[in-house]
């Protein structure tokens, strides 16, 4: 048995548990946040047999990988107070995960 | 050292951090939830010297363990707009416990 | 790969954080609290390489240690009712680490 500790950005959390509960696998959530200036984010406890421990990572890799936007959603001031939209790049996503042996695992 | 790391139901919580203050040992707890339609839960950390870890894992197994009980606060409607107290069996309380083993622990 | 999980006392995780961002420690925060009675804590997960771990470590005591200080915000009650400042010494911080191994770790 593994624990698997991820820690995934907020926009990709209903995702994430959403492809691992398809899969049966069980999964806590804990409220946490990044150091200074980040975006929210959430730890995720996921207990796993040794032999499906890839397969987790797998569909955390597909659910949260950092991928590039381009967004039209923000704007840029203008002389004479008006807004165009101005298409901007942007990176989301992202995930860090620890692996960690689990000696003993209950359930009562 | 070992790690414990305890899911355990919110209505479980208070008895469980009672028995375990009582035997002296010391608990952190972390908001959680389970993922979608589950009912709140908590996780617990408790850190423990590794001959103890079986009196944790006991404690555990007694004030969580999953049981039936016999609810009569569901109400059943009937014809004419009267209800009528409907007894029924619900399932409650549960745990899911990793331990962990802990390389280095210090108090500062 | 170590990952750090670190209790500390609410009073100290500014600092802390500060700390460990400015040496480009990357800290993961989680809301919890301790048993009954207990002051206000959070719960830092600190993924760290091997050879880093006792500088994390020493960073850690550095920002939490337990020490005493004297405030005076407190009052005592006179008769007469007037109130005067009562110096008193208090303790604060403090900390309770955890350094666990981690089989696997993967950023996406
Ligand atoms: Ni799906
Ligand atoms: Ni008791
Ligand atoms: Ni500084």
Redesign the interface.
């Known amino acids: ?3 698997i ?1 991820a ?1 995934v950005q907020d926009q990709d959390v209903v995702t994430l ?2 492809e ?2 398809e899969k049966n696998f ?11 200036l980040k975006s929210g ?1 959430t ?1 995720l ?1 996921i ?1 796993v047999e040794n032999e499906k ?1 890839q397969e987790v ?1 797998k569909v ?2 597909y659910s ?3 991928r590039e936007i381009t967004t039209s959603l923000l704007t840029m001031s203008m002389p004479g107070e008006s807004y165009i939209p101005y298409p901007m790049q942007v990176k989301i ?16």
């Open positions: 048995m593994k624990l500790i820690i548990i959403d691992l509960t069980r999964v806590t959530k804990l409220s946490s946040t990044g150091g200074f984010n730890t406890l207990g421990t990572l955390i890799e949260c990988k950092t996503g992202g995930a860090t995960v620890f692996v960690v042996d689990v000696e003993q695992y209950i359930r009562v």
